[in-house]
């Protein structure tokens, strides 16, 4: 697999993890990886992503009758109950 591939592969599965409002490590059990190797593609996602990204800013949004709303720079949209926990919201605004 070329270094491009698995960057692929590690973009897929951090969006797929972002998007299924697991922890990390129930993601990472339930894809037979090891809980600190996931966390290495997720931090190097990050890093991948702040520099592709012109602007810090994150727009936070509370709806009651549809959640939270996070969307970031690029675009992307990420719509979580209202009641998701502090330090989960903290990790996508920091992301």
């Known amino acids: ?3 491009q591939e ?3 592969r590690m973009a897929a599965m ?3 993890w972002q998007a299924s409002g697991m922890s990390q490590r129930e993601y990472a059990e339930l894809h037979n ?3 600190r190797r996931f966390g ?3 931090s190097k ?3 991948q992503d702040q520099g592709s990204s012109c602007s810090s800013f994150v727009q936070l949004v509370d709806d009651i009758a549809s959640g939270i709303r996070i ?3 690029h675009g992307v949209e990420v ?3 209202g009641s998701t926990p502090v330090g989960y919201l903290r990790a996508l605004i920091q992301s």
């Open 14 to 16: 951090v969006s797929d």
């Open 40 to 42: 290495y593609w997720i």
């Open 79 to 81: 719509i979580l109950p």
């Open 45 to 47: 996602h990050r890093e």
């Open 71 to 73: 969307r970031y720079p």
């Open 33 to 35: 990886m090891s809980g």
């Open 6 to 8: 698995k960057r692929e």
């Open 1 to 3: 697999m070329s270094l």
